[in-house]
């Protein structure tokens, strides 16, 4: 118990002191004030920029229910997220209809999913987003947070960890709408090209 919290604590203040201080630069920062419900997509390797860009601002967040589930939980509840437990493997089904209703019982909610985690394949985004848009009414906002210089670990996907005192650039994409003519395979594929098309020009750094 106590190895685990200190192991939490540690990855907390490592994650501080690698995103706090960087140079950001946020690109389309009106598109999410147009909004007051509505999901956020990420991809995977990028998350912990967007943990840190949006914390203490009232999200939630879809994770999984594994091992590392677990430590994601412990770390970012220190940056101010709440949790629905649950992946396309295991609890799935039970997180969606808990997200649905949390968009139905408040006027203003925030989720953020990373449509191709926990396990990939990487930036081939899984159909959970679009479903819970498509019968919630409410749009999909992708967001990707990128760093100019990062350390990178490979397993299913590339994971990246920011250098200290580097340049950060947010992007922000336009807010996805979906409707009940809409294949899964058409939202999805939507959600997906428009990740994307911002992970490029977030990773395009002066």
Not at 16 to 41: A, P
Not at 155 to 178: A, D, E, Q, R
Not at 181 to 203: F, H, M, Q
Request: aromatic share 12%; glycine share 8%; proline share 4%.
């Amino acid at each position: 118990m106590i190895k685990s919290f200190l192991k939490k604590q540690i990855l907390f203040l490592v994650i501080v002191f690698l995103y706090r201080f960087n140079r950001k630069l946020v690109i389309g920062k009106e598109n999410l004030d147009k909004v007051d419900s509505f999901i956020v997509v990420s991809w995977h390797g990028k998350i912990l920029g967007l943990m840190e860009f949006l914390k203490n601002k009232g999200y939630f967040a879809l994770v999984s229910q594994s091992r590392d589930g677990d430590l994601i939980v412990g770390v970012a509840k220190k940056f101010g997220y709440n949790f629905f437990r649950g992946s396309s493997n295991r609890g799935g089904r039970s997180a969606m209809h808990n997200m649905n209703s949390f968009f139905s019982d408040r006027k203003s909610a925030k989720i953020i999913i990373t449509p191709d985690g926990p396990t990939g394949p990487e930036h081939k985004a899984k159909p959970g987003a679009f479903l819970l848009s498509q019968k919630s009414g409410n749009p999909v906002v992708p967001i990707i947070v990128d760093v100019k210089k990062s350390w990178e670990f490979k397993n299913w996907h590339t994971f990246y960890l920011s250098k200290p005192f580097t340049k950060m650039k947010i992007v922000i994409g336009k807010p996805l709408y979906f409707d009940n003519s809409d294949s899964v395979e058409v939202g999805t594929k939507k959600i997906e090209e428009s990740l994307n098309e911002i992970d490029r020009i977030a990773s395009h750094h002066e």
